[in-house]
């Protein structure tokens, strides 16, 4: 029985903002998996609590974490989860950072979604997976396919794979710069605000990445990179040649 799985970080190759719907922002995105980035979840047969236990090392409480609110959601369906999870634990070992644009919180949902579906043999398709782990977190659908690359839209429940050759990411994450996803959005739509067209959109969804990053500037690959500086000068102090910036920041990547 699988007790464990891997919860990868993506960057976004690119990253264009097409509509307004209500407070958010229907994208247009390319989104890589980071084969080499991962936290590690696992469920272990070892808990002193009798309730909900979340071992690992996250920026805040249990009621804020995405794991735990997927766990919730799950519950719903499945209540026969709530009495295996006061046996078992469920234990993080954290490598991606968080506020990085990373899509952290994000992955370790769909993760958690994925790791339970086949432990409590759910068979529950992908798409009510992605269903269910969307309410927490907007990159959820995404990583609950499994693509290594995908085109991801709407406001990043529509996702339809890229099949391209693998790419090596590397990436850089500046330690004393939290990007607030929400901030960041905020302020693009207050100062920065422009919608990419049908036509631009469409070229750019069929092209590959690393085509793509040979056409494109940072600041043209990326709509929330303006706004992201705006709020976080320091940001500027990390922009390197050729480098590129994942979702609302802070992170930095470059294809080696
Ligand atoms: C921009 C991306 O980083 C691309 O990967 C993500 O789609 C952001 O996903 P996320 O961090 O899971 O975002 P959420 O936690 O759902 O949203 C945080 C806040 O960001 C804003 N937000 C987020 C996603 C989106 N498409 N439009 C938005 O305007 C909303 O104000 C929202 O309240
Ligand atoms: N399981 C989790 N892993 C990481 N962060 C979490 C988790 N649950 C809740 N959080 C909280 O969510 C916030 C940011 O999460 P996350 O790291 O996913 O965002 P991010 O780097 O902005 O990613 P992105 O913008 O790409 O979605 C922080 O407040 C963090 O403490």
Redesign the pocket.
């Known amino acids: 029985m699988q007790v464990s799985i891997k919860s990868y970080a ?1 960057v ?1 190759i690119f ?1 264009k903002i097409a509509k307004k ?1 209500d ?5 247009v ?1 390319r ?1 890589v998996r980071v084969k080499n980035l991962y936290d590690t979840i696992s469920f272990i047969p070892n808990n002193e609590t009798n309730e909900f236990n979340l071992i690992g090392d996250f920026g805040c409480k249990l009621e804020d974490n995405t794991i735990y609110k997927a766990f919730l959601q799950l519950r719903k369906y499945c209540p026969k989860i709530d009495a295996f999870f006061r046996v078992y634990s469920i234990k993080v070992e954290k490598n991606i950072p968080e506020f990085a ?1 990373l ?1 952290g ?2 992955s370790n949902v769909a993760a958690f979604l994925i790791l339970a579906n086949k432990h409590f043999n759910l068979y529950y398709k992908k798409e009510k997976l992605a269903k269910i782990g969307a309410k ?5 659908p ?1 990583f609950v396919y499994e693509y290594d690359s995908a085109n ?1 839209t709407g ?2 429940e529509i996702v339809q794979e890229f099949k391209e050759e693998p790419l090596n990411i590397e990436l850089i994450t500046p330690k004393d710069i939290k990007c607030h ?2 901030n ?3 302020c693009f ?1 207050n100062e920065f605000y422009k919608e990419i067209s049908k036509e631009k959109s469409d070229e750019l969804l069929s092209m590959k990445s690393s085509e793509i990053l040979n056409k494109l500037s940072i600041e043209e690959a990326n709509d ?1 990179y303006l706004p992201a500086v705006k709020l976080y000068p320091k940001l500027k102090e990390y922009a390197m040649q050729d480098w590129f910036f ?3 920041g802070s992170s930095f990547f470059k294809v080696i």
């Not at 407070?23 to 994208?27: A, V």
């Open positions: 993506k976004n990253l719907r407070n958010y922002h229907e994208i995105s989104f644009g899509g919180g994000s927490i977190g907007a990159d959820v995404f991801v406001v990043g996803t929400g960041v959005f905020n739509r929330l994942s979702g609302s």
